[in-house]
């Protein structure tokens, strides 16, 4: 039997901020003998336990490997800086949650690569489980190091760091990977070790960094890997596995709810949206199915409100009758139901007060840009007067606070869309008259592959922050409007990363190695640290994030395929020059993205 390190986490709890993080022992963890199942995995997600408990694919994840009698699943997160300091000066590797074990003592290490900065954390809980940070200098006493997430759409920066990078959703994918695995064995020596990478190759979904190599900007396969990636989805979400046992931390985290996933994909094509084009085709769950997982969720769990998840949650085509059923079944308990952003219509705000029943809160609408020629752009396909009809219709049905996300930086904008902002918050206003709180959220465009905005350049940071410092100003003036942004530097960084090649692996083990960490927190977020790394790797991080691409020519994810083809993308492109749109999936025919769901042409 395999021997492990167990850490005495108990010395470590009375020193550090929040001890919640590190106790594990949550309720609803399986009753399962980790330490003896035949394939053993750690999964890792590298951002602070608070985040890592509050993302569905995790808790999934978990739930299917550990309902397979020969596999194991365990959890670690990011450690925040109190318990860093203390393992490193106590030279004490990373513990897994379950059974405090070592990190590095088991047969795979995974990853879920949500967000780019979480970057140097994938590389600091490499480094604190004693694990190699490069995949070429590990050997097969070595876990396998594996990642997966909207992330690794464009693999190449993180690519240098992993055996493997799965593309697509894990449900299925996972259990082959640990069943062959299994069958192989590859820690016994580094001749099988290869020839598990090789075989895992051959997986549909599954990509091997090391059987690839660059040429003229695009990646190309070695010996017999495939050309093209394809990427890896559940067909029939009915049939998946869903957590209807959640773990319930002992501490708050950012989403501390019981959560409902209603669908997967989206028919909007909003062509900024990196989302809306990899989870594509659109699944949907059944009613009865939500109302199974509802049941059992709050029965287990002790919650008392229910998230409604999923992206553009509105249009799941049965969304008022599940409404109604589980407002009917539940709200006299005083569990309520939580919606995200709502859709530009009546329909939306007559849902959302209905599901706010019981715990009345602040509404939430993404205009995304302030002018017509700009929402066309992007493809959100809505009017002014659809924003300001839902804004008014809200505020009269008795949500005096709304909320909204609108972006700058986009591609093609011009000042006019700017002022465009400004004039859509005051007709807003002034339609609805005295009373109205608006609270209103502004990014900054960050382009990313798989979308048709993927060979465009983010705009100069000292352009951006002009119009940040614009926006902030100008409502600063308007009663009952508040705005704020976040820091350029960050969604800089982002697109670097976004839109990188492999070379961009150097400036983020460089970035980690100078003490980056938790660059999604504010607090730890050090600009001055990565401008060390970009002089000292010589790498040109501003063209990477600011180059617009021509649609012709080879990019570094070009081998990776989310089933939307380059074509469909192409063309987006060029309606998006245009300031055309295209009707979205359940309006109209089928656009003939690729994803194989209906034929092009053929009406929904």
């Known amino acids: 039997m395999k021997q492990y390190h ?36 750690v999964m890792a997600f590298p951002d602070l336990y608070e985040v890592g408990m509050s993302h569905l694919g995790l808790r999934i994840l978990y739930e299917v490997v550990n309902q397979a009698a020969d596999f194991a699943m365990e959890r670690v997160m ?10 490193r000066a106590e030279d004490t590797p990373l513990f897994s949650l379950e059974t405090n074990r070592a990190v590095g003592d088991f047969d795979i290490l995974g990853f879920s690569i949500q967000y780019e900065l979480s970057a140097t954390n994938i590389l600091n809980i490499l480094d604190l489980s ?14 396998i190091v594996i990642g997966g997430g909207p992330c690794v759409y464009n693999p190449e920066p993180f690519a240098p760091f992993f055996d493997v990078l799965l593309i697509g959703e894990g449900e ?6 640990l069943t062959l695995y299994k069958e192989m064995r590859p820690g016994t020596s580094d001749a099988h070790r290869i020839a598990f990478l090789e075989a895992v190759g051959k997986l549909q979904g599954f990509y091997v960094p090391v059987l690839y190599r660059e040429e003229n900007g695009a990646m190309v396969p070695l010996k017999d890997a495939p050309a093209v990636v394809k990427k890896r989805y559940i067909k029939d979400l009915n049939q998946a596995v869903f957590p209807q046992k959640p773990l319930v931390p002992h501490t708050s985290i950012i989403h501390d709810r019981g959560v409902l996933e209603l669908f997967r994909g989206c028919l909007r094509g909003c062509r900024f949206c990196q989302a809306g084009m990899i989870y594509r085709p659109r699944r949907e769950k059944s009613v009865d199915t939500l109302v199974c997982d509802a049941a059992a969720v709050i029965q287990n769990s002790g919650y008392d409100e229910l998230g409604l998840l999923s992206l553009s949650t509105m249009d799941y085509s049965h969304i008022d009758t599940l409404v109604h059923t589980l407002t ?58 659809d924003i300001v009809d839902t804004a008014v219709t809200a505020f009269r049905n008795g949500f005096h606070s709304l909320k909204f996300y609108l972006m700058i930086g986009l591609p093609f904008e011009e000042e006019e869309d700017i002022e465009g902002i400004k004039d859509l918050i005051t007709t807003v206003k002034r339609a609805t008259g005295k009373g109205l709180n ?7 465009f960050v382009p990313k592959a798989q979308t048709p905005f993927q060979w465009c350049g983010q705009e100069a940071g000292e352009t951006v922050t002009a119009k940040q410092r614009d926006l902030k100003s100008w409502a600063k003036t308007q009663k009952g409007v508040r705005l704020g942004y ?115 042409g053929e009406r929904p």
């Open 6 to 41: 167990h850490i005495p986490v108990e010395r470590f709890l009375n020193r550090v901020q929040r001890p919640g993080r590190y106790v594990g022992r949550e309720w609803n963890i399986p009753q399962k003998d980790f330490e003896n199942a035949d394939v053993q995995m």
């Open 78 to 87: 990011a450690p925040g800086p109190d318990l860093e300091a203390l393992l």
């Open 130 to 143: 004693g694990i190699p940070l490069r995949a070429d200098q590990r050997d097969h006493s070595h876990a």
């Open 172 to 177: 299925e994918a996972i259990l082959e990977f």
């Open 328 to 385: 009917e079944n539940y709200s006299d308990q005083g569990i309520s139901l939580s919606l995200p952003s709502l859709r530009m219509d009546a329909f939306s705000v007559e849902l959302a007060k209905e599901v706010q029943k019981v715990r009345k809160g602040t509404l939430t609408l993404a205009p995304e840009a302030g002018s017509q020629r700009l929402r066309n752009v992007i493809n959100k396909n809505i009017s002014e007067t």
């Open 438 to 444: 608006l609270s209103v959220s502004i990014g900054t």
């Open 486 to 600: 976040h820091d350029f530097e960050t969604s800089f960084l982002e697109a670097v990363i976004a839109r990188g090649d492999r070379k961009v692996a150097d400036l983020i083990e460089r970035g980690f190695q100078l003490g980056a960490r938790l660059d999604g927190w504010s607090e730890y977020f050090r600009y001055d640290l990565w401008l060390h790394a970009m002089a000292e790797t010589d790498i040109d991080a501003k063209e990477y994030a600011t180059r617009w691409l021509s649609p012709d020519q080879s990019l570094p994810w070009d081998h990776i395929s989310c089933g939307v083809s380059k074509a469909f993308l192409q063309k987006e492109y060029e309606k998006a020059v245009a300031a055309r749109s295209t009707p979205h999936c359940a309006e109209d025919v089928c656009a003939g993205c690729g994803i194989g769901c209906r034929k092009a």
